[in-house]
């Protein structure tokens, strides 16, 4: 478990906080750390109520200052979900924000369809997840790893992993649409020289070249999914 000063915690995704409508008015941030991207967002849009759901306490106590209301708690569990439902008191989320939570959760299925009951109608749902097909996992494999490490595609505490399409197809389990995906792309000139080797490869399998990169590429997806 990263320590609780950690930009694990503390650091703002500006992929998500640029997503958020800023016509929000009751947000859920499940896994919001110490607040960091509730602060940014109410700075743009302060009249917002914003609840946030944090697993560690002494994390969950820093959020404290940047929420309207924050729960301690396991978002999988049932006296979580209910101590939830006595906050919000009957109010419906217009926004569900999940950055970086999902590949830590045994069944995020449930949990989307859990939270989807919770949501107006067209409410929307924006998460970051790890990129299972990156270029930097296969090149590992190509080699026989698979070596777990504190942070990043491979953190010890990921228990799911997904590609773009298992995610969506993850949403789509759950009952949501997805409008969108952006992909997250870091170390340019290492992921450039790593599609040189790789790219070819697209048509000796009979793989799309231009989905390939896209999928090489992508080291997390922000994805935007809305509920019908």
């Avoid at 800023?22 to 940014?40: F, P, S, Y």
């Avoid at 924000?97 to 109608?121: C, F, N, Q």
Wanted: glycine residues 6%; proline residues 4%; charged residues 25%.
């Amino acid at each position: 478990m990263p320590n609780a000063n950690d930009t694990y915690y503390t650091g703002v995704n500006p992929d998500i906080l640029n997503l958020i409508p800023n016509t929000a008015a009751v947000i859920l941030e499940i896994g919001c750390g110490a607040g960091a991207l509730a602060k940014a967002y109410r700075e743009r849009n302060p009249s917002a109520h914003y609840i946030g759901v944090e697993i560690v306490e002494e994390v969950a106590n820093q959020a404290a200052a940047h929420m309207n209301d924050t729960l301690l708690g396991d978002i999988t569990t049932k006296e979580t979900l209910e101590a939830l439902d006595k906050i919000r008191c009957g109010k419906l989320f217009d926004t569900l924000i999940l950055g970086d939570v999902l590949e830590h959760l045994y069944d995020p299925w449930s949990v989307l369809t859990e939270l989807r009951s919770r949501m107006a109608k067209d409410g929307l749902c924006i998460i970051c997840i790890p990129n299972v097909a990156h270029w930097s996992i296969l090149l590992q494999q190509l080699r026989g790893r698979w070596d777990y490490t504190d942070a990043g595609l491979l953190d010890k505490t990921h228990i799911r992993f997904f590609t773009l399409e298992t995610a969506v197809d993850l949403f789509k389990k759950a009952g949501w649409h997805v409008l969108d995906a952006k992909a997250r792309i870091f170390w340019p000139e290492k992921t450039n020289a790593a599609l040189k080797t790789l790219l070819p490869l697209a048509n000796q399998y009979g793989i799309d070249e231009k989905k390939m990169r896209r999928d090489l590429s992508a080291f997390q997806w922000v994805i935007r999914a809305v509920n019908t």
